[in-house]
Every structure is written in structure tokens, then in C-alpha cells.
């Protein structure tokens, strides 16, 4: 069991003139336990920045964001998050399986573990017939599938994702979408998913949390209906529950203008 609890967050980022600006007021939510959470909102409402203080990149000056896990002693050992960027960041003078050495070295995962962990994510991702190949002779989706892998091969207990989909043609985007919806599905994988698209947090997510544009404040949470692996953009019940979510959303936009 493991999940991300967000309590009362406040974060200020300093301004140029001296002034704090508010990005984030008063941010409360859980994520789903074995399942994928998405955080909904504009860009700049500060979903990365939440990304940034849960990987203690950044911190708070009010409230607490933490991995609450049974995986380790609480207090005494990090918690092990897998992250999935917007590029896949890879070491392109490295080949794909030495990409994943990368993060297993850092993480100290025994070496003894290290080929039986890359034939795993690198075949749930399609991936294993390339595992000697450089990245530059990749596609952008494959290259992104190997970040995907980097990830996981370390086996977090919660996988964050910061709009890995954004940068991909629509149709590479939706393929990619449902590999990762079915691998976190079938490794039962707790994820946190930055999004500012509607049709991917419906389609992604098992929880989406709905941000107002800056200074942050949670304005929905809403439960999908359908599991992960009975989701199709075509039927009838998805778009029900987009529907939901874009009314959600729109809310926002009107107290806006």
C-alpha cells in the first residue's frame, strides 16, 4: 500500500520586486492507492510545483505533502518515486538497457537484480528487442516508452508523471496512453499525472483532482467510473464522465472571465 497525502499545502515563490506571490493556498488530496491520479488545471496553476515538493524539490511554507506507505519504516527510509518527465531526458551517449542501469545504480538496487528488471520493463514496453540500441536512433514515442521504463525498473512506490504525452503527435500520445494505463493497471502501480488535457485525465485517471488557476486551490475531485482497462474514448459511459469533467473545468473558466 502506498499513496501521496497533500495536507493544507501553502507554497510562495518570491517575485522580482521582493513580494511573495501565492501559487499554492491551502492544497488538500489523496491519491488513489494501485491506481492513477491526475492532477487537472491550466498551465502555471503550480501542478509541477506539486511534483517538485513531493520529490522534496521544493518545500512549503505551510502544511505537509508525504508517501504514506506499509513498504518501509516510516521516518527511516525515503520513499522510491519513479518519474516520467514531459522529454524523456535519456543519456543518449548511453544505450537504452545502460539508461536503466543509470537509475537501478543510483536507486543501489543489487546488481544481481539488474537483467531480470530491464527484460521485465523493457518488454512491458515494447521495448526488449531494443534494449542495445542508442536513443537517437529511437522514434519519440519509443524514446519516451524507454523513460517510462526508467520509472518503473526501479520499482517505486509511487510513479510521477509530468505531462509525458504533451510533446508527442496525437495519435503516438493515445498509443502511449494506453500502455501506461494498462502496465500501471497490471502492476497495480500507485501514480500521481500532471495533466492540462481533459480527455487524458478522463481517460487516465482513477481519481483527477481539479486545480483553479493560480494561487492553486482544489475545486473537484472526482472519481472515475469505469476501471482502467474498460475505458474506450468512443463509448458512450467516458464520455459521460468527460463531459463531467469538462463542465468542471468550464466552471473555472467563466469565474475567470
Known amino acids: 500500500?502506498?499513496?501521496?497525502?497533500?495536507?493544507?499545502?501553502?507554497?510562495?515563490?518570491?517575485?522580482?520586486?521582493?513580494?511573495?506571490?501565492?501559487?499554492?493556498?491551502?492544497?488538500?488530496?489523496?491519491?488513489?492507492?494501485?491506481?492513477?491520479?491526475?492532477?487537472?488545471?491550466?498551465?502555471?496553476?503550480?501542478?509541477?510545483?506539486?511534483?517538485?515538493?513531493?520529490?522534496?524539490?521544493?518545500?512549503?511554507?505551510?502544511?505537509?505533502?508525504?508517501?504514506?506507505?506499509?513498504?518501509?519504516?516510516?521516518?527511516?527510509?525515503?520513499?522510491?518515486?519513479?518519474?516520467?518527465?514531459?522529454?524523456?531526458?535519456?543519456?543518449?551517449?548511453?544505450?537504452?538497457?545502460?539508461?536503466?542501469?543509470?537509475?537501478?545504480?543510483?536507486?543501489?538496487?543489487?546488481?544481481?537484480?539488474?537483467?531480470?528488471?530491464?527484460?521485465?520493463?523493457?518488454?512491458?514496453?515494447?521495448?526488449?528487442?531494443?534494449?542495445?540500441?542508442?536513443?537517437l536512433y529511437l522514434s519519440g514515442g519509443m524514446r519516451q516508452r524507454v523513460g517510462l521504463a526508467r520509472g518503473l525498473v526501479i520499482e517505486p512506490e509511487v510513479l510521477l508523471m509530468d505531462e509525458p504525452y504533451s510533446k508527442l503527435d496525437h495519435l503516438t500520445a493515445r498509443k502511449l496512453r494506453e500502455y501506461t494505463l494498462e502496465i500501471c493497471a497490471r502492476l497495480k502501480q500507485t501514480a500521481l499525472l500532471v495533466t492540462h488535457d481533459v480527455e487524458e485525465a478522463a481517460y487516465m485517471g482513477d481519481r483527477t483532482v481539479i486545480l483553479s488557476p493560480r494561487p492553486a486551490r482544489i475545486t473537484d475531485i472526482l472519481d472515475n467510473p469505469l476501471p482502467p482497462l474498460e475505458r474506450d474514448v468512443d463509448d458512450t459511459r467516458f464520455i459521460q464522465f468527460k463531459k463531467k469533467l469538462l463542465q468542471s473545468v468550464m466552471r473555472l473558466v467563466k469565474e475567470e472571465v
Open 1 to 135: 500500500m502506498a499513496y501521496v497525502r497533500v495536507e493544507k499545502a501553502v507554497k510562495y515563490f518570491p517575485r522580482e520586486d521582493g513580494t511573495d506571490m501565492l501559487v499554492l493556498d491551502a492544497v488538500s488530496f489523496e491519491t488513489k492507492e494501485y491506481g492513477i491520479t491526475c492532477l487537472l488545471g491550466p498551465s502555471g496553476c503550480g501542478k509541477s510545483t506539486l511534483l517538485n515538493i513531493i520529490t522534496g524539490l521544493e518545500h512549503l511554507e505551510q502544511g505537509r505533502a508525504e508517501i504514506v506507505s506499509n513498504h518501509r519504516d516510516a521516518g527511516k527510509d525515503a520513499p522510491r518515486l519513479g518519474y516520467v518527465f514531459q522529454d524523456p531526458r535519456l543519456l543518449n551517449w548511453k544505450r537504452v538497457e545502460n539508461n536503466l542501469i543509470f537509475a537501478l545504480k543510483g536507486m543501489g538496487i543489487p546488481r544481481q537484480e539488474w537483467d531480470e528488471r530491464i527484460h521485465k520493463y523493457l518488454s512491458l514496453v515494447g521495448l526488449l528487442e531494443f534494449r542495445k540500441q542508442f536513443p
